[in-house]
């Protein structure tokens, strides 16, 4: 049991036994590094578009999960999988397209749920009401790039979208009953505690199902590389980032799932802060940080109360 809502302790309570995910590559790109909006991509984005480990597109999709779930049965005892479209945007392309990849994962038995990565600007009305049937059958969710609520820091990051566009879109997946889960970065360039506390109080207004949180890591193969080493600018310290996170916990609505508490960089292409390769140790620093303040432990009761909050 943890002093937060971990996805763990929701999914087994939502789902009754252990669930794992899936990191899929649906064969997808993106309209910020294709051409559309940018060829650069967000500056942090690396070639495999931000999914270091989803499987291989040159394999059908059941071919990805077969060969997933057997690497994964060793580690994990699991009787309950999440189907997550991880790399680039899952929901840019032509509507039929997009509906022959989620139609192959949909009538799976092993696949209890569906996670998809995408941006605001790719979610049209059509597009939406296919998810929305889709949320019908599995339980789903989309993962949306929030990163902050900071106009000039989006900007700075090429995300190629405003907030006001991000807040409009997220206002219309609320009206359409979507799960949605927000990805916040600690420590982009230039941000400080101020910049930290916005972007928790928008999470805390929103309400999302779910969220993650993660330190600003700078890969060798991004942009941000090429900034940081003429800028130098300053990385957000283990220790910093530990009390943000707390503070971020401590604000999160009750029924919003913590997906991660840490970043989860490719060994071979990071290139600062090493502190972040050591995740057991961050995690075990936050979950000390937490019972230091008596956080109390989430109980069985509040775990259930949450998975018949976010019941489809
Ligand atoms: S939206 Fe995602 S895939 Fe597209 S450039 Fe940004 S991080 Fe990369």
Not at 4 to 26: A, I, M, P
Not at 175 to 198: R, S
Not at 212 to 224: E, G, M, P, V
């Amino acid at each position: 049991m943890r002093r937060f809502l971990s996805f763990n302790d929701f999914f087994r309570e939502y789902f009754n036994g252990k669930t794992v995910k899936l990191s899929l590559d649906g064969g997808f790109t993106c309209p910020n590094r294709d051409g559309l909006i940018s060829n650069r991509g967000c500056i942090f984005c690396t070639d495999k578009g931000s999914g270091e480990f989803a499987g291989d597109r040159k394999n059908s999709l059941n071919e990805q999960i077969d060969s997933q779930k057997s690497l994964l049965k060793n580690k994990w005892n699991a009787e309950n999988y999440i189907a997550y479209f991880q790399n680039f945007t899952n929901t840019y392309g032509d509507l039929s397209y997009i509906k022959s990849i989620y139609n192959e994962v949909i009538n799976r038995k092993d696949i209890k749920g569906i996670s998809i990565a995408t941006r605001c600007d790719c979610l049209d009305k059509e597009t939406i009401k296919y998810l929305k049937e889709i949320s019908n059958k599995k339980f789903l969710w989309l993962e949306l790039g929030m990163q902050t609520t900071n106009e000039n820091t989006i900007k700075l990051i090429n995300r190629g979208y405003s907030h006001e566009v991000f807040d409009q879109k997220i206002e219309e997946l609320k009206d359409n009953n979507i799960l949605f889960l927000l990805h916040v970065i600690f420590g982009l360039p230039y941000e400080d505690e101020n910049d930290f506390k916005n972007t928790i109080d928008y999470v805390k207004r929103v309400y999302p199902f779910g969220v993650k949180f993660h330190n600003l890591y700078i890969c060798k193969n991004t942009d941000i590389y090429i900034m940081y080493k003429k800028e130098k600018f300053k990385l957000i310290p283990l220790d910093e980032y530990i009390k943000t996170v707390i503070y971020a916990i401590e604000n999160m609505p009750r029924n919003t799932v913590i997906h991660r508490i840490t970043g989860d960089p490719d060994k071979k292409s990071l290139y600062e802060p090493k502190w972040c390769l050591d995740k057991l140790s961050v995690i075990s620093k936050i979950d000390k940080t937490l019972k230091d303040r008596n956080v109390p432990v989430k109980t069985k009761e509040d775990i259930k109360i949450a998975a018949d909050y976010w019941k489809q």
